[in-house]
């Protein structure tokens, strides 16, 4: 999709097995282009570049896991022609990623409820994860995603397994993101201090950095801050 080698941007920092796994929630697209006087989906495509921008300098510098909120299972709200145009850039990103999924890095999963995608999307999704699957950088792009409805999916999972008494361990092993480990670091970008349904159980010990930075402004140089700023914190999981 976007991490050939000749394309990755210099390297700033370097992350150690204490930083696996960021997670982006890519905020502030729409007013990004309010702000130039343009409609939502200019932001939403300036912000889908933007993605592959950050996707590619994360991987350059050693993480290993990357998850992006991408559309919430409450992001059907807005208006349908900004729904319509976030769905047309998912299919063209999709599109993408056959042409140029040889070269990459890239072990592409997508995560949510695709349950309500065309079947059409779907086999291409599935498409993208099998081909993809032995390449050593985990994305998640979160599509009709929510954490609630996680939950309650990896629930009724257990309960179809037959299962009347679960462990956490057995939660974790039945959500999207089974195949890696609890973020390290979710990032939200646009200036909001929320965490807006994403990663409800995997953050329970994720440390958080919050910018201004609207999303399609976000650039290397922010997630070295990002960086720096995890690396001066303590992560104490409850002890001292
Ligand atoms: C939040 O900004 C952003 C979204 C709901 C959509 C995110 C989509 C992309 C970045 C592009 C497509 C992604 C991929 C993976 C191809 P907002 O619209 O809520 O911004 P606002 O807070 O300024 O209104």
Not at 47 to 60: D, H, L, P, Q, V
Not at 148 to 159: F, G, M, P, Q, Y
Not at 181 to 188: G, H
Not at 216 to 232: K, R, T
Request: aromatic fraction near 12%.
């Amino acid at each position: 999709m976007f991490f050939k080698k000749s394309q990755k941007a210099e390297k700033k920092v370097c992350v150690d097995e204490r930083l696996q796994h960021i997670a982006f929630i890519m905020d502030g697209n729409g007013r990004w282009a309010q702000k130039r006087g343009m409609p939502r989906e200019f932001g939403h495509t300036h912000g889908a570049a933007t993605f592959k921008k950050i996707g590619r300098y994360c991987e350059s510098i050693g993480i290993k896991y990357m998850t992006v909120y991408a559309f919430s299972t409450e992001n059907w709200k807005r208006p349908q022609n900004e729904v319509d145009a976030i769905m047309k850039l998912f299919d063209d990103y999709i599109g993408d990623c056959f042409a140029e999924m040889k070269d990459d890095n890239v072990h592409v999963r997508f995560i949510g409820n695709l349950d309500v995608f065309p079947q059409s999307l779907r086999e291409k999704m599935e498409r993208i994860e099998r081909e993809t699957a032995h390449k050593p950088f985990l994305l998640n792009v979160a599509i009709n995603y929510g954490g609630r409805e996680e939950i309650v999916h990896a629930c009724k999972a257990l309960l179809h397994e037959g299962k009347n008494e679960i462990c956490e361990a057995d939660i974790s092993a039945h959500l999207y993101t089974k195949e890696c480990p609890d973020p390290d670091l979710i990032v939200r970008t646009g200036g909001d201090l929320r965490t807006s349904n994403f990663l409800l159980w995997q953050s329970a010990y994720a440390e958080y950095y919050f910018t201004d930075v609207l999303w399609p402004d976000f650039s290397p140089a922010d997630v070295d801050l990002a960086v720096d700023a995890f690396y001066s914190r303590k992560r104490r999981y409850g002890g001292v």
